[in-house]
């Protein structure tokens, strides 16, 4: 099973492909998708999208875990990401792609055992779930977090539904 994690962000959304080998993880592939400060709403959508879709091609993952919408003091930041996740998502169908959705605070206590732990934490852990020989970047560990949640929360026996 290949899982793509995605974290949601105009200007720097993360991501990370991991391949699940029974009960070992791999990552083979992470980042993060850079948007220059000046570049506009609409070329940063235009960016995300074509990464995504490329990853997806590249890839061919069997499902996408992203970080569900959560609640934001700023309505306008929060509308800013519900539209780079939109490019995201728009990604997904046009592969049909099945999409779930974690919550951030699930994700952290499925790497961390505490649903309140820092970046560096997550950082730290999925290095150390991962063997990777260095940390990831903050977006990236995040993204592969959400794969790992998936991977360790969904089963043949799941209920849960794509978004």
Not at 75 to 89: F, I, N, Q, W
Not at 143 to 148: K, V
């Amino acid at each position: 099973m290949i899982v793509l994690g995605i974290d949601t962000s105009l200007r720097s959304t993360g991501y990370g492909v991991l391949e699940v080998l029974g009960s070992r993880l791999v990552a083979r592939d992470f980042g993060s998708v850079k948007n220059a400060a000046k570049l506009p709403l609409t070329g940063c959508l235009k960016v995300i999208h074509a990464k995504v879709a490329e990853l997806i091609a590249t890839y061919q993952p069997d499902m996408m875990a992203i970080e569900s919408v959560i609640y934001g003091k700023n309505a306008g930041t929060m509308l800013v990401l519900g539209e780079a996740r939109g490019a995201v998502l728009t990604a997904a169908a046009d592969a049909e792609l099945p999409v779930y959705e974690y919550e951030p605070r699930r994700m952290k206590k499925a790497i961390c055992g505490n649903g309140l732990a820092e970046k560096e934490q997550i950082q730290r852990m999925v290095k150390t779930l991962l063997a990777l020989d260095e940390l990831p970047q903050n977006d990236a560990a995040d993204a592969l977090g959400l794969a790992i949640c998936h991977a360790h929360t969904h089963t043949r026996f799941s209920t849960e539904e794509p978004i």
